[in-house]
Structure formats: C-alpha cells, structure tokens
C-alpha cells in the first residue's frame, strides 16, 4: 500500500501548480492520465463500474467543482474561475494496490466562506485520523469529524463514506463521516482505510444528476473534500497518502 499511496500524493502535487482559472477539467485528468501511466500505475476510477444503469466512470480522476459534492467527470465545458473550489480525487492502482486520495483546491480568489468551508473541512479530516486508535470504534471517527464540522455551522454528507482500501478500492468497512462514539466495529492493527469527508456549507442533502455519477448539494450550496488513506498498525496511525513535503497536507 505505501508505494501506491506515495504516488497518489505526488500526483496531487504534481496536478497543484496547473489548478488555475482556464483550465479545464479535462486537461486535469488528462495530465493526471499521462502521468499516472509514466509512473507505471492504472487509473482506477477509469472504467469503475456504476451503479446499476450507470455508465462505467468514463474518466481517470473525479473533478467535483462548487456544488458538486464528489464524483464529479471531467469535462472540456468545466473551466476553472477564479472563486471556485475544486476537489481532485485521485486513486492510482500501483502494483495491484490502491492509493486513495483527494484534496479541496482555491481557485484564484475565493470568498471567505468558501476558503472557511475549504479549511474546516480539511481540519475535520484530520480530526478523524487522530481519532482512530487500536482498540477504538469506527464510530469514533465520524463522531469527531461531525462535532467539529457541526460546531462550525457546516453539515456532514450521509450518503458517500470512506471505505476499506486496498486490492479492492472499495472494501469494508464502511466510514461514516458522522457518528456516535463508542459505536461500530472495533479498530485493529492490519485495517486500512480512507477518511474523506464531505462538508457542505447549507444542508446535508445530496443529489445525483442524469449522468448518475455527479452527486450535488440539493441546495446547491458548496461542499468540500479531503480525504487520505491510513493504514492502523500495533505502533499507531499510518497516513499513507501523507507526505511532509506535500503542497497541501
Ligand atoms: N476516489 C473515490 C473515493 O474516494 C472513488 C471514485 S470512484 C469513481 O472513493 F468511479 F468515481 F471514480
Ligand atoms: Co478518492
Ligand atoms: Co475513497
């Protein structure tokens, strides 16, 4: 698991620099193509089964922009401005293993609020990792992440949780983002899984477009992203997809 999610890091920080206004999605994700091929990796996303009448996901990287909550794709018509914030989702499959990870990015100049909603819900992120401890309860996890997030007059998204992650991208458990402490299965060395919290600034509720793959806010106010992969070890936390010299933890 460490090299791949070495790799998801490095290619958000790779993606950092070309986040400006005028940029299209699309050319995100085909940088990110290019490059996750370069570095010996597959994109997993690209082809990631849907749902039930869904289209496979046709992309290499989800681009979830303003009210766009996640799974957003890729597209020429999405040029970046100045105000928006755009989450970059990335899961590189290295060596049959899965690194998962995304980051909320400002574009240009952004409103308060937006940079507020964007920093809290990093920080919520966070939260959630010094959360987990061997022994603890899953729903130790979501119970930190929603109190801080709540505190801050901002709602946790029920519908997407953070996942088991490894030869399979989405494996048990299950992580909610919001929770009761004490509840859930018990945390043990040798699970590795993702934190990745979505807040949104108006309520909790999301809808899917006809795409079926886009998920916004009903009230299409924003939501932000974070999200790492870790690994629970007998001598702690291991934030997989967390490099120190990272542009954005
Ligand atoms: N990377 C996303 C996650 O954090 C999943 C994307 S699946 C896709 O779980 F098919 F939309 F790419
Ligand atoms: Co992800
Ligand atoms: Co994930």
Redesign the pocket.
């Known amino acids: 698991m460490r090299p791949a999610c070495r790799l998801s890091s490095e290619l958000l920080d790779y993606l950092t620099p070309m986040v400006q206004p005028g940029i299209s999605t699309l050319e995100l994700n085909d940088a990110a193509e290019e490059w996750t091929q370069q570095h010996g990796a597959i994109s997993?996303?690209l082809g990631?089964p849907?749902p039930k009448g869904a289209i496979d996901?046709p992309k290499s990287i989800?681009t979830s922009i303003n009210e766009v909550v996640?799974?957003g794709i890729p597209n020429k018509k999405d040029i970046l401005q100045s105000g928006d914030i755009v989450n970059i989702?990335?899961?590189p499959l290295l060596n049959s293993y899965h690194g998962?990870s995304?980051r909320t990015f400002l574009v240009g100049e952004v409103s308060p609020q937006a940079r507020r909603l964007v920093e809290v819900t990093q920080k919520a992120m966070w939260k959630g990792i010094e959360a987990v401890k061997v022994g603890g309860r899953i729903g130790d996890i979501g119970a930190a992440i929603q109190e801080y997030a709540e505190a801050e007059g901002f709602s946790v998204v029920r519908d997407f949780v953070g996942?088991g992650v490894h030869r399979i991208?989405?494996a048990e458990p299950q992580i909610p983002h919001y929770g009761v402490r004490g509840k859930g299965k018990k945390i043990r060395p040798g699970m590795v899984f993702?934190i990745?919290p979505m807040l949104n600034e108006g309520t909790y509720d999301v809808e899917l477009l006809a795409d079926q793959?886009t998920a916004v806010t009903k009230d299409r106010k924003l939501s932000a992203q974070f999200?790492h992969t870790l690994a629970v070890t007998k001598a702690g936390v291991e934030v997989l997809t967390y490099l120190p010299t990272a542009v954005v933890a």
Do not use: I, K, N, R
Request: proline content about 5%.
């Open positions: 997993a996303p990631y849907g996901f989800c996640c799974h989702d990335v899961t998962d995304s996942h991208f989405h993702t990745e793959w999200e």
